[in-house]
């Protein structure tokens, strides 16, 4: 039990120290400069994951995962190593495209959490360097050796893994973090007020509050567009952001959002804002959120 506890205690300390280690900030800087240089677009929105909704990173590294354990585990059975073989060198074809949507998203994060995603990659380079190595040895009839380097592969991914779901469950790294907002604005079927309409100013955002959530809202003539203020992406201020052609631009990492029904026009965001309905009553500006409460 106390075993238990202090490889618990270990990983933590691990784990916290890599997001407070000031010294990955330079090489994570050139590294985000060089993912930078990939054009907005399509390509770059389907590699976040947008036209799916959530990121497509966690779905696209099942691949080399499966297939590596699944190699790994078919070498210690007699006569198979041809299969072990292919079963790898499909996971090192499949971690390329698994690579590129990490970067991205990587890049568009918080410095404590590219720090430890710097590692993350890292992990997974080598763990591709050495399944690499292991393909070249088994190539080369050299069994033995390749059975060990994908072992050492298969050990430096888990690695890589581990600091993967630290990523994504503890720092949050592509969730929603907009989830919370139905749970927290009270009645869906009730009408709230958020001010008279007169108090906003044509198409430029707003700040309001719902009880203690914040709401984007937009005035458009006689009537208004209200979003949950904080960012689907990384919770960041939609009011402080641009809007223009109905839509708004996170000021944070430029995620896109449509505001009639906060779907992501661009990424990093994959989640879509919750859109509040509105209404004007002698002037006064209310809003719900269906489905809430
Ligand atoms: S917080 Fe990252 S795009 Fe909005």
Known sequence: MYGKRHRMRLTTAITTGLEQATALDRPAARLRGLVERVPQGRTRDALHGVPIGHPLHPMLVQVPIGTWISASLLDVVPRTGIASGVLIAVGLG?????????????????????????????????GVGLYSASLIARLRRRPLRGRALALAGLATVSAGGLLGGHLAYRQAVGANHTEDVAHVVG??????????????????????????????????????????????????????????????????????????????????????????????????????????G
Do not use: K, M, Y
């Open 94 to 126: 499949a971690a390329v495209p698994a690579a590129a949507a990490g970067a991205l998203d990587w890049a568009q994060t918080h410095e404590q959490q590219q720090r430890v995603g710097l590692v993350h990659a890292t992990c997974n380079i080598v």
């Open 187 to 292: 009645d869906g079927s009730r009408w709230h007020s958020v001010g008279l309409l007169s108090a906003f100013v044509e198409g430029r955002p707003a700040r309001r509050f719902l009880g203690e959530t914040p709401l984007l809202v937009v005035r458009d003539g006689q009537r208004a567009r209200v979003l949950a203020d904080r960012c689907s992406h990384l919770s960041g201020p939609l009011s402080e952001g641009e809007v223009a052609d109905g839509r708004v631009t996170c000021p944070w990492h430029g995620s896109v959002f449509a505001l009639d029904d906060g779907e992501v026009v661009h990424g990093p965001a994959t989640a879509p804002q919750p859109v509040f309905e509105t209404r004007v009553v002698h002037g006064e500006l209310q809003v719900r959120l269906p489905g809430a």
